[in-house]
Structure formats: C-alpha cells, structure tokens
C-alpha cells in the first residue's frame, strides 16, 4: 500500500528572497507594483534571479526541509 502526503508551502515572501543566500535584500521586488519587475539581483550576495524560477526554488526548498523533518506514519 502506498501513501501519498500532501502538505501546502506557505509561499510568504518565496519571490523576495534569495535562494542563493536565504536573505530578503533591498533590492528584491516588493508589493504589487514590483510585480512587473520579472528579474532581480540580490544585493546580499550578487545571485541574478528570475521572479518565478526564484520562488520555485524557495518552494522546493521548504518542501525538503518538512520532507527532512520525516513524514508522520499515518
């Protein structure tokens, strides 16, 4: 018998920051009006990122963690 577990990502902040370093620099597009803004450069640490390839990662990222974190036998 296989178990699927499905668990959803907060995605808070997964545009702003960076994947590279793990900080939300100043120069990261923020609020609505930065939406039109599709590729940044952290101030932090230089990483050139694409908005959404960036929070892909960031999701990913997170998803391992809780998968680290061991799955609770159901």
Do not use: M, Y
Not at 25 to 41: C, T, V, Y
């Amino acid at each position: 018998r296989q178990c699927v577990v499905f668990e959803e990502i907060n995605e808070a902040f997964s545009t702003q920051t960076c994947s590279c370093c793990g900080v939300i620099p100043a120069s990261s597009p923020k609020g609505r009006a930065s939406l039109r803004i599709r590729e940044w450069i952290c101030s932090n640490c230089g990483a050139v990122h694409d908005r959404d390839t960036n929070a892909a990662k960031n999701i990913l990222a997170a998803g391992l963690r809780r998968l680290a974190e061991g799955i609770p036998a159901l």
